[in-house]
């Protein structure tokens, strides 16, 4: 790269050196002759220049506007959790979603930290949402004492933890999930596969609830705003696997827990993930208070596809007869 070459958005300006073992790199923000090229910079300076546009270290966007790519990858990769029972018998895909639903203490906290040790991703974005402080606090000193084995730094190298604990502002909720996904979209952009843990995605649901009761919003099911199904959705789908406007591949992955009060996989936050998520991990009260861990217990596996691939096929017709391999009048016999 020169000055006066011409770029398009996206296209790598450079390579900012020391900055741990994930490559960071700065990219244009729009289509033009590239005006100016700094080789030293930190946060304040421009770096580069981009048909008139100025690059630095930091970029600002609104958090809650998906960032764009080329176009959506149909490719199906496993991503490696590193908890066989998951690889094995509850797979997801690199790009894919996952929530994590479970009764209070069913270990749905721990499964995710495990997931943000050793999952096979380039970067891991936490989002401490709305739940225990200590837990994040036990979360990052984890980070900086174990080693990745990919790289040999320590694991907090890699990882982004954004922390919102259940003592901060309800609102902060909303914009620490839409933050730890523009982070996620952020390095994704760079090329990297990025897996985005959310713990937990029901406190982010309270908080809109609690918006809406003040701001006179009518009330849905359980109180919660109408627009609740929307606002999950619009997090969920910003899951998947891209082309970058660059031209490289990366990922983000979602994982979120969701806590359904007393454990009712009825109630409305529970409901509706399910149905923007392509792969279910319920753990289960039963399993986990005899000590049973991981306390998984497969419900549903959605395969992996786009979401509007996700209807059921059509059962297959019977004729008239009924069922060939079944006695007249379609009802098996016992012997
Ligand atoms: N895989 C596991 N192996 C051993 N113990 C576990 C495992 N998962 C959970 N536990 C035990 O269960 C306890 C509660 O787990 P955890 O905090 O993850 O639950 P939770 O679902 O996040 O609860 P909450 O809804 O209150 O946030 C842990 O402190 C630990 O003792
Ligand atoms: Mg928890």
């Not at 004492?145 to 040999?152: F, N, V």
């Not at 909303?174 to 897996?195: I, K, L, N, P, Q």
């Not at 985005?196 to 309270?206: C, G, K, Q, V, Y």
Request: charge should be neutral; aromatic fraction near 6%; charged fraction near 25%.
């Amino acid at each position: 790269m020169a000055t006066g070459d011409e770029v398009d958005p996206g296209t790598t300006l450079g390579e900012v050196t020391g900055a741990g073992p994930v490559p960071h790199r700065v990219l244009a923000p729009v289509a033009g002759p590239v005006e100016l090229l700094a080789s030293t910079g930190n946060s304040d300076t421009v770096v580069a220049r981009v048909a008139g546009a100025d690059v630095r270290l930091v970029e600002e966007w609104p958090v809650r506007r998906p960032r764009p790519y080329r176009r959506r990858l149909d490719e199906v990769e496993p991503l490696h959790t590193g908890q066989r029972a998951l690889d094995l018998l509850f797979p997801v895909t690199r790009g894919g979603s996952a929530a994590v639903p479970g009764g209070f203490g069913t270990g749905k906290t721990v499964l995710l930290q495990q997931l943000a040790k050793w999952c096979a991703a380039d970067v891991i974005v936490y989002v401490g949402c709305g739940e225990r402080g200590n837990e994040l606090a036990d979360v990052m000193a984890d980070l900086f004492a174990l080693t990745d084995p990919r790289t040999g730094g320590t694991l907090a190298d890699r990882t982004v933890v954004i922390a919102n604990t259940s003592n901060m502002p309800m609102m902060a909720r909303e914009a620490s999930v839409h933050t730890g996904m523009t982070v996620a979209e952020y390095f994704r952009d760079m090329g990297h596969h990025v897996v985005l843990i959310a713990d937990s995605t029901s406190r982010w649901a309270e908080a809109l609830r609690e918006f809406g009761s003040r701001t006179g919003a009518l009330p849905a099911e359980e109180g919660y705003p109408p627009e609740l199904a929307s606002a999950l959705a619009a997090f969920y789908e910003r899951a998947g696997a891209v082309e970058t406007l660059g031209g490289r591949h990366g990922s983000v992955t979602v994982v979120g827990a969701v806590s359904p009060p007393g454990g009712d996989m009825t109630e409305p936050v529970t409901a509706l993930t399910e149905r923007f998520v392509r792969c279910r991990w319920t753990l289960d009260r039963e399993l986990a208070y005899a000590r049973h861990y991981p306390a998984g217990v497969l419900v549903r596996l959605v395969l992996p596809g786009r979401h509007r691939d996700r209807r059921p096929p059509h059962p297959p017709r019977r004729s008239r007869l009924g069922d060939p391999a079944r006695p007249r009048g379609g009802v098996a016999r016992r012997r």
